[in-house]
């Protein structure tokens, strides 16, 4: 007997973080992130990272919103195959303008990788997930990956959760790269780092990033 197919989530069942962000305040966040000083700060992040990799000519980013990541990827690495993941339509929308990049229009919860690329990445995207998601989206994250993942998010030790924006339940953080290598021993640290909102050349918010990379 065939297991049923699962059901696509749909705005009756979709979390609060998901319907948050696939709406009007999802639609605020694209107004409030279209700077092109924050192009160059993520470009200057990713020069940093992908120093630290080897052969990657593709990558699939976890919640890419109007693709500011992608964009300065695509800078860095100007023959990458891009794709992308974002629940907000009208963000999803301006990617497909761009052109730079492939985007699915999907929830986190609802994807699933079909193939592989040679980096899966967040930024700023795992503290806004509900933590009961957390190990799905994990696992996604690293079944996307024929090599390397990174996250770049707010750090904790341990789990917290803040006020955002006047919403609850909406930011949360924690260390998200250690809990995917204690679920994942296939995953060595290569590298860390950390950007500062008071930096003077590229700042951005206070987010830790972390390299990891399949072991073979």
């Not at 790269?177 to 590229?202: C, M, N, S």
Request: negative net charge; charged residues 25%; hydrophobic residues 40%.
């Amino acid at each position: 007997m065939t297991s049923p197919t699962p059901t696509p989530a749909t705005p009756a069942d979709r979390t609060p973080q998901e319907e948050l962000w696939a709406g009007d305040f999802g639609n605020d966040y694209i107004t409030r992130n279209r700077d092109g000083a924050l192009l160059d700060n993520n470009r200057a992040l990713f020069d940093k990272i992908l120093a630290h990799t080897q052969g990657v000519t593709s990558a699939i980013e976890f919640g890419s919103n109007i693709g500011n990541n992608l964009r300065a990827i695509r800078g860095l690495l100007p023959e990458a195959e891009l794709h992308s993941v974002e629940i907000n339509a009208t963000a999803a929308a301006e990617i497909e303008a761009w052109g730079g990049a492939t985007v699915e229009v999907a929830s986190l919860m609802d994807f699933k990788p079909a193939r592989q690329w040679d980096l899966s990445f967040t930024k700023g995207v795992l503290i806004h997930l509900s933590p009961e998601s957390l190990p799905d989206v994990y696992d996604k994250l690293v079944a996307a990956s024929s090599r390397y993942v990174m996250v770049c998010e707010y750090y904790n030790p341990t789990p917290v959760e803040v006020s955002y924006r006047g919403h609850e339940h909406a930011l949360f953080k924690r260390d998200f790269a250690g809990e995917i290598l204690d679920a994942h021993p296939e995953l060595r640290l290569v590298d860390y780092g950390f950007t500062y909102h008071r930096d003077p050349q590229h700042p951005l918010d206070d987010s830790t990033w972390f390299l990891m990379e399949k072991q073979s």
